[in-house]
Nanobody
Framework: QVQLLESGGGLVQAGGSLRLSCAAS????????MAWFRQAPGKEREFVAA????????YYTDSVKGRFTISRDNAKNTVYLQMNSLKPEDTAVYYC???????????????????WGQGTQVTVSS
């Protein structure tokens, strides 16, 4: 069992930065691929970024490439999402998720994730 707790959300002006954190319980954190998803009001939840635990690769949705960076600290059981050059369209609830899957195609699909956090609100004002 893995429990996830996000933090770091808030209100920021367009062009600003935020860093989200997701603290995980459990001793096998290093064997989970971790991801961030987001859900804007009235929209479906969408993939943002993922980190493959097996090979260390990272993946991003096109709209955040070059602006967001996912990273992890296995010693702290924590995954991060550094968000720079934020835009109003980045406004959403951001969720952390964990899976034992490693296939690139699998990591983009929310249905392949076993554990989810409660979410943290990110609001970007124009």
């Amino acid at each position: 069992q893995v429990q996830l707790l996000e933090s770091g959300g808030g209100l920021v002006q367009a062009g600003g930065s935020l860093r989200l954190s997701c603290a995980a319980s459990g001793r096998t954190f290093r064997r989970y691929s971790m991801a961030w998803f987001r859900q804007a009001p009235g929209k479906e939840r969408e993939f943002v970024a993922a980190n493959n635990w097996s090979i260390g690769s990272t993946y991003y949705t096109d709209s955040v490439k070059g602006r967001f960076t996912i990273s992890r600290d296995n010693a702290k059981n924590t995954v991060y999402l550094q968000m720079n050059s934020l835009k109003p369209e980045d406004t959403a609830v951001y969720y952390c998720a964990a899976t034992t899957s490693t296939g690139r195609g699998l990591l983009y699909n929310e249905h392949n994730y076993d554990y989810w956090g409660q979410g943290t609100q990110v609001t970007v004002s124009s």
